[in-house]
């Protein structure tokens, strides 16, 4: 087949026929393999929890003014009331946000803002930070082997870093934050 090629479309025309397949080929499995990681969703926070700490600031800057309508946060974030209306299902299941129905109805603070932090939020809506795949407790490996990559303890403490610093900052931080960022 390569000779009968050769005759027809001379040496030069193959080799570049043949380099420019070898090359997209290997492009492809270039890109397949460095965006495989951001496929998979390793440490990236989902709409929801991104979502659920926008609403929760908004609600956070009116509390103890009137209860927010789900509305009026949809309207000043850009969040769908759908969405909304899930996310605040599950805050109000783990006793986060509070209903006040009526016509001056919404959502108010089950607790002060200080008292809630960002790895509450995460865990109403099932938020996991997570860098690595694999359990703690477990021997095999994320990449499926019998061992653990060499570079695991590294993840493993980055994800350590990243949930102690939800842990700290609490609604309050964000709200005084952004006020001072106004000023």
Not at 168 to 182: A, M
Request: hydrophobic content about 40%; some cysteine.
């Amino acid at each position: 087949m390569i000779i009968i090629l050769k005759k027809k479309l001379g040496l030069s025309q193959l080799r570049d026929k043949m380099l420019a397949f070898f090359y997209s080929g290997y492009l492809t499995i270039l890109v397949r393999f460095i965006y495989t990681p951001v496929k998979q969703g390793i440490m990236r926070l989902t709409s929801k929890g991104r979502y659920a700490v926008m609403a929760l600031v908004d609600l956070a800057k009116f509390n103890g003014i009137n209860p927010v309508s789900l509305r009026d946060i949809s309207l000043r974030q850009g969040i769908s009331l759908d969405y909304l209306e899930q996310i605040f299902s599950k805050l109000r299941k783990k006793e986060i946000v509070q209903s006040v129905r009526g016509t001056q109805g919404g959502y108010i603070l089950k607790r002060k803002a200080k008292e809630i932090k960002l790895t509450n939020i995460f865990d109403a809506v099932d938020e996991k930070v997570k860098t690595v795949q694999c359990k703690k407790e477990s021997k095999k490996g994320c990449n499926g082997k019998s061992t653990k990559c060499l570079t695991h303890n590294l993840w493993d403490e980055l994800e350590t870093h990243i949930n102690s610093f939800f842990d700290k900052k609490s609604l309050d931080d964000l709200v005084k934050e952004n006020f001072e960022r106004r000023l």
